[in-house]
């Protein structure tokens, strides 16, 4: 099991930037491709990023493209999310979490292990 601690989140402005973190510990952090995930009030989860195991191949959901980037860095065990232009419409509890694969699927059901979460909200 990988333990996932979310960090970086907090109150922004429209248009502003946060850059979110992920810290992992447990077993071996480089086995899985790594996810980013965000819940809105009152709305269902959405895949917003995600990153495969050692290559940096690279997915996102349409509506972040060109103003979200998700990385990580093996060595220290994190992954991030750097987030640009943020839009009210970003407003969420964002959750990064570690796939069963080491490919960067955008299925929720394809990662077994979750962060507690850490809430970003965009002001207009």
């Known amino acids: 099991q990988v333990q996932l601690v979310e960090s970086g989140g907090g109150l922004v402005q429209a248009g502003g930037s946060l850059r979110l973190s992920c810290a992992a510990s447990g077993r071996t952090f480089s086995r899985n491709a790594m996810g980013w995930f965000r819940q809105a009030p009152g709305k269902e989860r959405e895949f917003v990023a995600a990153?495969?195991?050692?290559?940096?191949?690279?997915r996102y959901t349409d509506s972040v493209k060109g103003r979200f980037t998700v990385s990580r860095d093996n060595a220290k065990n994190t992954v991030y999310l750097q987030m640009n232009n943020l839009k009210e419409e970003d407003t969420a509890v964002y959750s990064c979490?570690?796939?069963?694969?080491?490919?960067?699927?955008?299925?929720?059901?394809?990662?077994?292990?979750w962060g507690q979460g850490t809430q970003v909200t965009v002001s207009s």
């Open positions: 990153i495969s195991r050692t290559d940096n191949i690279t």
């Open positions: 979490a570690a796939a069963v694969t080491n490919f960067p699927t955008t299925e929720w059901y394809a990662y077994k292990d």
